[in-house]
């Protein structure tokens, strides 16, 4: 057996960290909603502060390992990012307090049409009639999922669409941000 070749290698590290990236994001959703639905827990902004608390202290570790440079950003765009960011997580959070884990994840998946509603109002970006089909499709899943998840109510929604609209303010602020970093 040839021994394996550096892109080869950087394709199985992609892999392995998308797949952490997948089964940790299940996991978390899992164990909040299992806090939640089963033990009664309320307390969705603790959640989000464990949540802060945690990313801290990995960003420290990855920070002295090494892995993650400092960059500097202008504090007004960092504030926006702030902002937005918090919004979607303490509105996730709450969405999945409130509505069950299918609504969620169904609310999650508005955020591509949103996020490519923001491209085109703030960037004029015009998608192809296959990517604005695709939209459709997944609005309409969104729809009929909406209308068939009997454990949607009103204020579920509210939090599901704060989280949606600042999740994907947030993503598209993230790309600009990436931009202006040196």
């Not at 899943?141 to 998840?149: E, H, L």
Request: proline share 3%; glycine share 6%; charged share 15%.
């Amino acid at each position: 057996m040839a021994p394996a070749s550096k892109a080869d290698r950087k394709a199985a590290l992609d892999v392995a960290a998308w797949m952490f990236n997948v089964s940790t994001s299940v996991g978390i959703i899992m164990v909040n909603k299992g806090l939640m639905a089963r033990y009664g827990f309320t307390f969705a902004t603790t959640l989000t502060g464990l949540h802060f608390g945690m990313t801290t202290l990995m960003t420290i570790i990855l920070r002295f390992m090494g892995y993650i440079q400092p960059s500097h950003l202008p504090f007004s765009e960092l504030a926006k990012f702030v902002i937005c960011a918090n919004f979607s997580i303490v509105g996730m959070n709450v969405s999945l307090m409130w509505n069950s884990v299918g609504f969620y994840q169904i609310a999650k998946l508005s955020m591509i049409p949103v996020s490519c509603f923001f491209e085109v109002l703030f960037d004029k970006i015009r998608y192809s009639r296959d990517t604005k089909l695709s939209i459709i499709v997944v609005l309409a899943g969104v729809a009929i999922c909406t209308v068939t998840d009997v454990s949607v109510n009103t204020k579920g929604f509210v939090a599901a669409a704060i989280a949606v609209w600042s999740t994907s303010m947030q993503q598209y602020k993230k790309e600009w941000i990436f931009m202006i970093i040196p």
